[in-house]
């Protein structure tokens, strides 16, 4: 082992002339300090991304400075878009029935800004058996959107994912979807799943040394996991002893079954660590090999001020590279850092001040001179340059149902306030399972989690509270996880560019073939979109082989067009809908069904006849869809075809009706109890007698959750695009208040429930009807007031939800006022705002307030 190695420091890229570097070096049990001075020598470079040109040091390896090229290409030709949902209910735990709220934020780029690239985000939800079950396309602006899934009340517990992708995501290698799994219960049963079986399983313990490898005589440091058989980390302790079973070192994890220690490999020695695991187990494993020559690359954040970076040569490695030139990178948020220190001593040192890089990410790789990689180490900078939000409320508690006024104020890193966009999400603690350190947050989504290969558990664990243990468990985090972002073995090979496959999607074409019934294609006809409320909308002329296409039309789902071909007869075939993405296989860990969400709905479900409000758009309607808690546990669905929990006096369908020219004549021979005047329903017994005479009261119609009032013609709809209809009489139809008295139609739509082909109808020769999917026109959230006299008020509130609003934007001054009403738990109500302004700057904050 030699005596004190020689030390240089690296040739940096700043705006100073001169800088002080201080070395730390902990070698043999001896702390030793060097302060340096030296001249800066400008033989580096940086480039950040928004830069159309770029600079790089032309006496640097051809190989290093294609690579950096190439970077540059892929960055600016290529730009990476995210998504991310925030959820009414942070812990994405539903019961069938409920409605799941979220507002989407796609971000381009790596600064996070709003993506202007893409104008559709498709989401969809996917079952326990990677079946799509629905898909729906949502209008971006400013890179937002929001919508919703309404779960049904026979919907089946388990797990399910919630998928959120743009066609431009899709030309990257490995797409940046949003994928999140949300569990369902059912309100009707209590009863646990079974775990899954681990015998023959035992705990799994991986080493991964820093910067990738180990090196004889030279200080390394190890990071460490232990994963339980569950998949998730398990906690463990042990030592590492070397052949002679002398130990080396101790091994003790810190955090979710991670650590890390220190030791020196000796040459001749081989390592072993021995370990017992939380659950009583033991195993021994293997250390890697240490080489008998080589460098090493330490990286250091445990100090928020700064970055430190220490690289280490063995003596045999440094007598033969002595002053052969390195290549340091650094890249983060799209940027790109370059150093290009000479090998002057067996270690180099260089600090950085931290605030020189935003929070996220940071990637350091070592190369040699002729380019090789030699090392590579993960980083996150943690800094204050987050949106500082603040919320207020005008008391500090609440009574039940008391209205509540709620003020947020959002100001950047250098105490501006911004124009931004945030989404507000208000429940009820006591009725949600609560662990913030498993949220996925915007946070921790597009600064941590979707850069990162493999999966990372209680993603939050490191924002929620920062300190100076988080700190340290996120920097061994880094050690054991990839980047995804790009592979500079790629960039140095020249194969690193994307395809470009998928174009970004800005608005919904509608396109078709014309042709004969003999199947042979009508050229040159003129075909006329004409939108059933809007007028015309185009023309256009069929190609030789009878197709057309109108580009570029913006209309909601539902939206019913008449196609014209002037007159000529033919058959006309719209275009099937584009393939989505392959499904892939489940995360077994993500996946896992939380069967406690089972034992919270049943509590929630002994509370009595209570209802929730709906979230519907209207201000005097109760929505059944919405409903869950306190459910008669007597009413079930009288459907032969479904078996569920749920308010209605029957349930029809879509299957059974899609064949059927129009949703009355479907429906009139299936409900008994309803008749139907010019597509208008009605309740046989929903009569009025006056001195005129008997009148028939309509029922109230109800399309989506929206309020479609009394008298409602549901001819307006097609069949075939119909997911079910409900009838709610009685005591089932009086949850809607007064408007229900004579009873619901309760009609939900194929909203992108998998991705159906566009059917046409003919009506008469050359005139066709057609239905395409649209835009999907999300839910009103419906928040009760209880300011106001309302029969509804008098029922039991139970809500989860308390309030979710996810357009809120605020102002000039970076200010935004809500308000809204306690439901009757009393207990901890959760405030979470979530969001981001024009320039990409997150923010995230949580507030809570009591209800007496």
């Known amino acids: 082992m030699p005596a ?244 080396v070192a101790k091994i003790n994890s810190a955090h979710l079954g991670m650590g890390e220690f220190d030791f020196i490999p000796e040459a001749g020695r081989t390592y072993k660590a021995m370990v017992t695991f939380s659950n009583g187990s033991q195993t021994s494993m293997d250390l890697p090999v240490a080489e008998m020559k080589g460098i090493t690359l330490r990286v250091s954040t445990r100090d928020p001020a700064k970055l430190s970076i220490e690289i280490r040569a063995s003596r045999d490695y440094y007598n033969e590279n002595k002053n052969k030139q390195l290549n340091l990178m650094i890249y983060y948020s799209g940027a790109l850092k370059r150093y290009t220190p000479k090998l002057e001593g067996e270690v180099l040192g260089l600090d950085l001040p931290a605030n020189a890089f935003p929070t996220g990410i940071l990637r350091v790789t070592l190369f040699s001179e002729t380019g090789e990689q030699l090392n590579e180490r993960l980083a996150f900078i943690q800094n204050p340059d987050l949106l500082n939000l603040n919320v207020t409320t005008n008391k500090p508690s609440f009574a039940k149902r008391e209205n509540v006024q709620l003020s947020l104020s959002a100001k950047n890193k250098d105490g501006n306030a911004v124009n931004g966009s945030f989404s507000v999400s208000v429940i009820d603690e006591s009725k949600i399972l609560v662990d913030e350190n498993t949220e996925n947050t915007i946070l921790s989504n597009l600064l941590l989690t979707s850069d990162l290969k493999g999966y990372v558990e209680q993603p939050n664990y490191y924002f929620a509270n920062v300190t100076k243990e988080t700190r340290a468990a996120l920097d061994i985090l880094m050690l054991t996880q990839g980047y995804r972002r790009f592979v500079w073995k790629e960039l140095l090979n020249g194969n690193s560019t994307n395809a470009i496959t998928f174009n970004p999607e800005k608005q919904i074409d509608i396109a078709g073939t014309f042709t004969t019934k003999a199947g042979a294609p009508i050229a040159d006809c003129k075909i006329t979109l004409i939108s059933v409320t809007g007028g015309p909308v185009g023309t256009q002329v069929t190609d030789a082989q009878g197709k057309f296409r109108f580009a570029n039309v913006a209309f909601e789902t539902g939206a019913r067009f008449t196609v014209t071909t002037s007159g000529k007869k033919g058959v006309l075939k719209m275009d099937d809908p584009a393939a989505g993405p392959i499904i892939s296989p489940r995360n077994a860990i993500d996946s896992r069904y939380d069967a406690n969400a089972d034992i919270l709905a049943s509590s929630q479900n002994n509370q009595g006849q209570g209802i929730v409000m709906a979230n519907n758009g209207s201000t005097k309607e109760l929505l059944k869809n919405d409903k869950v808690v306190g459910t008669p546990t007597g009413y079930n669905y009288r459907s032969s075809n479904i078996g569920g929990p749920g308010h209605a006096d029957q349930v029809i369908l879509g299957d059974n009706i899609k064949s059927y020219p129009t949703l009355s004549s479907a429906l009139g021979g299936l409900v008994p109890s309803v008749q139907f005047t010019n597509g208008v329903p009605s309740l046989r017994t929903g009569m009025t007698i006056s001195a005129s005479g008997q009148t028939t009261e309509p029922m109230l119609v109800m399309v989506d959750g929206t309020n479609m009032g009394r008298g409602f013609d549901v ?49 008469s020769p050359g005139i066709f009807s057609i239905e395409p999917k649209g835009f999907y026109k999300a839910r009103e959230f419906y928040s009760p007031r209880y300011d106001a006299a309302q029969p509804a008020n008098n029922l039991p509130d139970h809500r989860t939800t308390i309030f979710w609003k996810p357009d809120v934007i605020t102002d000039a001054n970076g200010n935004a006022s809500l308000n809204f009403f306690n439901a009757d738990g009393p207990g901890t109500y959760r405030v979470e705002v979530e969001g981001f302004d024009s320039k990409g700057n997150l923010g995230m904050q949580v507030f809570r307030y009591k209800v007496q």
């Not at 559709?120 to 326990?128: E, F, P, S």
């Not at 959107?145 to 089946?156: I, K, M, V």
């Open 4 to 247: 004190h190695p020689t030390i240089s420091k690296m040739n940096v890229l700043t705006d100073e002339v001169h800088q002080y570097i201080s070395i730390n070096m902990k070698l043999n049990n001896v702390t030793a300090n060097y302060n340096i001075m030296k001249k800066i020598l400008f033989t580096t470079a940086m480039f950040v991304i928004s830069l159309q040109t770029i600079a790089y040091c032309q006496t640097g390896n051809d190989v290093i400075n294609n690579a950096v090229s190439r970077l540059k290409t892929l960055l600016t030709d290529h730009e990476i878009e995210k998504a991310y949902l925030h959820f009414d209910k942070p812990y994405v735990n539903y019961v069938a029935g409920e409605v799941v709220y979220f507002k989407a934020y796609v971000t381009m780029g790596e600064r996070h800004e709003p993506s202007t690239i893409s104008s559709i985000l498709h989401v969809d939800l996917i079952d326990k058996n990677e079946v799509l079950l629905r898909s729906i396309a949502l209008q971006l602006s400013n890179g937002t959107g929001w919508g919703d899934f309404a779960l049904p009340d026979s919907l089946q517990k388990g797990s399910y994912r919630i998928r959120a992708w743009t066609e431009w995501m899709r030309n990257d290698k490995t797409p940046y979807f949003f994928d999140q799994y949300i569990s369902v219960s059912s309100i009707n049963s209590v009863d646990r799943i079974a775990e899954n079986t681990t015998q023959g399983l035992k705990p799994e313990l991986q080493f991964f040394p820093e910067g990738g490898n180990m090196v004889v005589d030279v200080p390394s440091k190890v990071a460490f996991k232990a994963i339980g058989t569950n998949g998730l980390g398990i906690n463990v302790k042990g030592v590492v002893v070397d052949n002679e079973h002398k130990e």
């Open 715 to 763: 001819d307006n709809y097609n069949p075939a695009g119909i997911e079910a209809v409900e009838i709610l009489q009685g005591a089932n139809g009086s949850i809607y208040g007064s408007e229900g008295g004579q009873g619901v139609m309760v009609i939900t739509t194929r909203q992108g429930g998998g991705r159906e082909a566009v059917t046409s109808t003919e009506m």
